[in-house]
Nanobody, 132 residues
């Protein structure tokens, strides 16, 4: 089965930056280049929120309005790793951050996905806290 491990979270002051990583392993068939990737976050008492997504090739990306211009999603298929660069962090960015994979071959190859229900596999998350 697939395993996803997030890392890079921590405590940062407002205006600071963090780079989250999502290392993937355990592929039985297609490797990471056959999966679209999403980043989500969830704060206490809040619903899980979509943050960003990237297509299998990396050619298409999307961002939630709340993070657009501050966050950048990327992937390195050769390393089976996805990233989320987070700049100009705000207290409202405080949350547990999760990466997720969705098989996206064929007609879905150049799409990314914004609904959590569409994803197949999830990591356990990494905590990001933005506070002075």
């Amino acid at each position: 089965q697939l395993q996803l491990v997030e890392s890079g979270g921590g405590l940062v002051q407002p205006g600071g930056s963090l780079r989250l990583s999502c290392a993937t392993s355990g592929f039985k068939g297609p490797t990471l280049n056959y999966y679209a990737i999403g980043w989500f976050r969830q704060a206490p008492g809040k619903e899980r929120e979509w943050v960003s997504c990237i297509s299998t090739s990396g050619d298409f990306t999307k961002y939630a309005d709340s993070v657009k211009g501050r966050f950048t999603i990327s992937r390195d298929n050769a390393k089976n790793t996805a990233y989320l660069q987070m700049n100009s962090l705000k207290p409202e960015d405080t949350a547990m951050y999760f990466c997720a994979l969705k098989s996206a071959v064929g007609i879905l190859y150049n799409r990314c996905f914004q609904s959590a229900d569409e994803y197949d596999s999830w990591g356990l998350g990494t905590q990001v806290t933005v506070s002075s």
